[in-house]
C-alpha cells in the first residue's frame, strides 16, 4: 500500500469512528435500552438524560448515567479528563485554552463548531463539572436496542483498528492542535519522552510547519529522535483533509534513509576511487542514465561537469560525442543509432571493446562491462601513446627487417631463452628453414640439429649449445664446417647484450672439396 491510500484508510477509519462515537451519544441522550417503548408512545418523545461529569483534577470522582456510557466509549488512553477532551476537541477545539484561561470560580458556557452542541463548565477550585447539552430545538429520536448494538460493535472495531494500525496516525486543525492521535503516536510520544501536558494536549512530536505545507501526493521527510537511541527515526508525513482539519500518517522511513545513506556513501567512495585514474569511466544505470563518472572523462572527451551532472540518458551521452567529434564519424545517423543499439547491447553481455580512431588523431580504446543491478559501465582510454609507440616499434622492426635481409650473410638470431626471433632471407634459403611459414617456436637446439643434418660431423654444434646456454659472460667465437654437398660454411657466434645469441653462416672463400664417397674394400679372407 503507497503512503496515499495509507492516509486515505487512516482518514476513513476515523471518520467512521468519529461517527460512530456520535452516534452513541445520541444513544446515550434517549431513553434507556431496557425503557419500557409504550412509554415513548404516550410521552412523544423520549426525555433527555442528563450527561454531567465531575473531576477533581484529572480524577473522575462523579459522573451521571449517560457520561459514564459517553466515556466509556471513548479510547482508553491517559486520564479520564485527558479522554474526554480529547473526544470533545473535534467539535471544541478551544476547550483546553479557554478553561486553563478561566477564573477560579468561573462558570463557561461553549457551543460546539457544528452548533449542535453546548458544553457548560464549571470550574469551583480543583474540581470541574462539565455538563453536555442540544444546543438544537430538534428532538432525537429514541433508538432501539440492536441500532444501539450494532453502533457499539462498529465503534469497537473501528477501535481495535486504529489501535492496530503500525504507523502513528493523528488529527491536527488548521492552526496546528493535535486533537486525536492512535496508540502507535503515543507509543512514540513515550518512547520519544514527550508525553501528554496537564489537561489532554496531545505533544506535537513532528513540528510540522502547518498541516496545509504537506500534500498528500508529496509529503515530508520529518525525524524523531527517542531517549535510548542515537540514531533519529524517520518517517515521512503524509496529509488529507477531514473537514476542516487534517488526518497525518507518518510512515517509518528509517531503513530508506539509511540505505539511502550507504548508497551515497558507496558512491562517494567510489567517486573518489576512480577520481586519480587516467581512465574515463562512465556508469549508467538500468534507465541508462549517468550515474557516476570521473574527472578523467571530462578531460578526455571535453564534456562539461555540469552536463555530467544532469544525468543524461546514455542516448544524449553518445549524441553529444557524436556532435563534438569524439567517437568515430559514421557514414549516417541511421546506421549510427543501430551502432549504438549493439553497443549498449555488447556492453549488457561484457563484450562490447572498439578502439576508437578520432579525426585529431587521438585513439581511445572504448570497453563495455555489465555492472551490478542492470547497470552499465563504459571505460575510456586514451592510447595514442601506445599506439604511436606501437607504430614506431614496428617500423623499427620493418627497417631492422630489411637491413639483415640486405647482408648476404645468412643471420639467426636467438632470445635469451634460447627460442628464435629473428632470420633474414639467406638463412632461409641456406638452412630451407622459413619461420615466418612455422606455427611454433624454433629453439636453438632444434636448429643445431637441422644445422647438423646438413653438415658433416663435427663438434661445432655441441659447443654451439654450450655457448648458447652459457649465463655469464662470453666470448665471440668462430669455426668452419663443410656442408654434405662439400661447400666450406664459415660460422661466427656472438654474445648479444641481454643474453641473445647471433649465429652468422656464410660460404667460405677457400676451395670447395667434393663431396664424400663411399670407398670399396675388398673382403677380408
Request: glycine share 6%; charged share 25%; with cysteine.
Amino acid at each position: 500500500m503507497d503512503f496515499l491510500s495509507l492516509a486515505q484508510s487512516a482518514a476513513m477509519i476515523f471518520a467512521a469512528l468519529l461517527t460512530s462515537v456520535a452516534a452513541l451519544v445520541l444513544v446515550s441522550r434517549g431513553r434507556a435500552p431496557d425503557a419500557d417503548l409504550s412509554a415513548q408512545a404516550t410521552a412523544g418523545a423520549a426525555e433527555v438524560p442528563e450527561i454531567v461529569f465531575l473531576f477533581d483534577g484529572e480524577s473522575l470522582v462523579d459522573a451521571s448515567a449517560a457520561a459514564q456510557r459517553l466515556l466509556a466509549a471513548t479510547p482508553p488512553n491517559g486520564s479520564d479528563i485527558a479522554r474526554l477532551v480529547a473526544f470533545l476537541a473535534p467539535r471544541f477545539p478551544d476547550l483546553h485554552d479557554t478553561v486553563m484561561a478561566s477564573g477560579e470560580f468561573d462558570v463557561l458556557d461553549l457551543v460546539s463548531s457544528d452548533g449542535q452542541t453546548r458544553l457548560c463548565v464549571g470550574i469551583g477550585g480543583s474540581r470541574l463539572k462539565i455538563r453536555l447539552e442540544d444546543a438544537s430545538d430538534i428532538a432525537q429520536p429514541g433508538v432501539d436496542r440492536h441500532t444501539f448494538l450494532a453502533l457499539t460493535d462498529e465503534v469497537s472495531m473501528h477501535r481495535h483498528l486504529e489501535a492496530a494500525l503500525p504507523v502513528p496516525v493523528w488529527r491536527q486543525s488548521a492552526e496546528g492542535r493535535i486533537t486525536w492521535a492512535n496508540a502507535a503516536y503515543q507509543d512514540l510520544a513515550q518512547t520519544a519522552g514527550a508525553e501528554a501536558s496537564p489537561g489532554g494536549a496531545i505533544a506535537d512530536l513532528f513540528d510540522l510547519e502547518g498541516p496545509a505545507a504537506i500534500a498528500s501526493d508529496i509529503g515530508l521527510r520529518v525525524q524523531v529522535r527517542t531517549k535510548d537511541e542515537d540514531q533519529p527515526r524517520w518517517f515521512d508525513c503524509h496529509a488529507s483533509r477531514l473537514g476542516a482539519d487534517y488526518l497525518f500518517t507518518a510512515t517509518p522511513a528509517t531503513r530508506v534513509v539509511q540505505a539511502e545513506r550507504k548508497l551515497r556513501d558507496f558512491v562517494e567512495t567510489l567517486t573518489q576511487t576512480f577520481a586519480h585514474l587516467n581512465v574515463g569511466l562512465a556508469i549508467f544505470d538500468r534507465a541508462r542514465r549517468l550515474t557516476v563518472f570521473n574527472p578523467a572523462l571530462t578531460e578526455l572527451l571535453g564534456l562539461p561537469a555540469e552536463y555530467l551532472i544532469s544525468h543524461p540518458s546514455l542516448v544524449q551521452f553518445l549524441d553529444q560525442l557524436r556532435e563534438r567529434r569524439t567517437m568515430p564519424e559514421p557514414k549516417d545517423y541511421k546506421t549510427w543509432r543501430q551502432q549504438m543499439s549493439v553497443l549498449e547491447a555488447a556492453a549488457k553481455d561484457g563484450s562490447y571493446s572498439e578502439t576508437w580512431a578520432l579525426a585529431d588523431g587521438r585513439t581511445f580504446r572504448v570497453t563495455g562491462r555489465p555492472h551490478t543491478d542492470g547497470a552499465v559501465a563504459f571505460l575510456f582510454e586514451d592510447i595514442s601513446s601506445e599506439i604511436t609507440l606501437t607504430r614506431q616499434f614496428r617500423a623499427e622492426l620493418e627497417t631492422g627487417q630489411a637491413v639483415i635481409d640486405s647482408l648476404d650473410e645468412a643471420i639467426a638470431v636467438f632470445s635469451p631463452a634460447g627460442y628464435l626471433t629473428m632470420s633474414n632471407r639467406v638463412y632461409a634459403d641456406m638452412w630451407d628453414c622459413d619461420p615466418c611459414t612455422s606455427l611454433g617456436e624454433v629453439s636453438f637446439l632444434d636448429a643445431t640439429r637441422r644445422w647438423q643434418q646438413a653438415c658433416a660431423p663435427t663438434p661445432v654444434w655441441g659447443d654451439a649449445r654450450d655457448f648458447a646456454a652459457t649465463l655469464g659472460e662470453r666470448s665471440n667465437w668462430t669455426a668452419e664446417v663443410r656442408l654434405l654437398d662439400g661447400r666450406r660454411l664459415s660460422c661466427r657466434f656472438e654474445a648479444l647484450p641481454g643474453g641473445a645469441t647471433l649465429a652468422a653462416f656464410a660460404e667460405s672463400e677457400m676451395a670447395v672439396f667434393a663431396p664424400a664417397e663411399p670407398r670399396l674394400e675388398p673382403a677380408r679372407a
